[in-house]
């Protein structure tokens, strides 16, 4: 039997109403926030992956899904969708209606890491994106945002991680003061982290090993490095959440694994679950669409991780499944066409009506209905067809009602 490729999955009925949910919740939310959306493609050519998130990336060295297709051109499954949007942003020139934009987008990523609980190889985001806005404000907005979410959600165990990633002009000498932290400690880091330490030395100070956690508590931070701009701005975002009341800590370990951000970063973590704490993350990148060919225009953003908030969702919000109004009981192979009828009629005036196509007894076709918690039975025989009138049955109060077979559709319509 063909089965699924490893970190691939299927997200069957009665999971798929959760995700249905959550978009619903979060589109409308997204909606009041003044954000627009916008659909993206999910293959690219490498070069865009390649030239934001950064060549030296967990994400471009060894997660893309990358291949040459049929014509010879390199493309990529898109690992996030950031980048896809900056490109639409630029591309479209929407910046020239509007510099302030306000985008969202929902869908597939892809990158190829190791399978466990929480992490896939293709995962969902809800992406939102805010282009042509500077002030630190939208930051909190985005945050803001955020939490409401999970309050709308009823996911409560979450705490909002923000940190500021400096910029151009601090961040320099940051690195170089952590490059020396990491080269006084090489032998106690785990491998992958004593390989990136040169290259990508903040991605060491996220690593998950336990060993490098220890090691990395006492690593410089960011904040004494930060340049009177950086710091005015970030202290801009704290007093913001404060004045709203909105919970956070400042995590100096925490870094995206993307290039392109800068100054306020953000985190949302939840004690539900475990390892894969990280339910969405962003920030500013300010430089990133101008790096890509457009205008010089700051942005900022935010990604949730779909399935991991599917699984946490799944444990407040009790299982969500339309049933019918009315299940359409047949009896004789020769009615069904003429039912069929009457359900398709159903249909099209919004009544949601399920029929038995295998010409049972009445007795198992009730017991369908009873499992599919149909609200509704109608019952139609040769003897109810001949005395033109067929027997609705209320399936919670148990009551039983002749109604005509003439105008049945409106007559049944009416009793529900
Ligand atoms: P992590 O540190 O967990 O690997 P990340 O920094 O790679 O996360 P981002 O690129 O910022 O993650 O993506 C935003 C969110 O997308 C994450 O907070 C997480 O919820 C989700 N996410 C990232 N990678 C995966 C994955 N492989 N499977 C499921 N969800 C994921
Ligand atoms: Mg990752």
Known sequence: MIQLIKGFKDILPGEVEIWQQIEKITVSLL???????????????????A???????DIVEKEMYTFRDRSGDLVTLRPEATASICRAYIQHKLF???????????????RCEKPQK???RQFYQINAEI??????????????????????????????????????????????????????????????????????PLRVLDCKVPGC???????????????????????SVKTNLEALNIPFV???RLVRGLDYYNRTTFEIQTGSLGAQNAVAGGGRYDGLVKELGGPDMPATGFAIGFDRLAEIVRLNIPEYVKTPDIFLAVLGKQNQSLVFEWKCAL???????????????????????DKMKAKHVLIVGDNEIKEGSAILRNMVTKEQVSIPINGIVENVVAKL
Not at 51 to 57: N, P, Q, V
């Open 96 to 110: 020239a209606k509007e510099p302030v934009q306000k985008l969202f987008t929902i869908g597939p990523m892809f």
């Open 347 to 369: 249909g099209i005036k919004g009544v949601k009506a399920e029929m038995d196509f295998s010409g049972r007894s009445l007795k198992s076709q009730m017991k369908r209905a």
């Open 31 to 49: 909606e009041d926030f003044g954000f627009k959306e916008i659909r993206i493609p999910i293959m690219e050519h490498t070069e865009l992956f």
């Open 131 to 200: 282009f042509g806005v500077a002030s630190p404000l939208v930051d909190v907005e985005l945050i803001v945002l955020l939490t409401t979410l999970f309050s709308r959600l009823s996911v409560s165990d979450i705490k909002a991680h923000i940190n500021s990633l400096g910029c151009p002009e601090c961040r320099p000498g940051f690195k170089a003061a952590l490059t020396d932290f990491l080269a006084s400690r090489t032998e106690n880091l785990c491998s992958n982290c004593a390989r990136r330490k040169d290259r990508n």
């Open 213 to 235: 956690r220890e090691e990395m508590a006492e690593s410089p931070s960011l904040m004494d490095y930060l340049c009177p701009e950086c710091l005015q701005d970030f202290e």
């Open 118 to 120: 929480g992490r896939y």
């Open 250 to 252: 400042v995590d100096k």
């Open 51 to 57: 030239r934001s998130i950064g060549e030296d990336t």
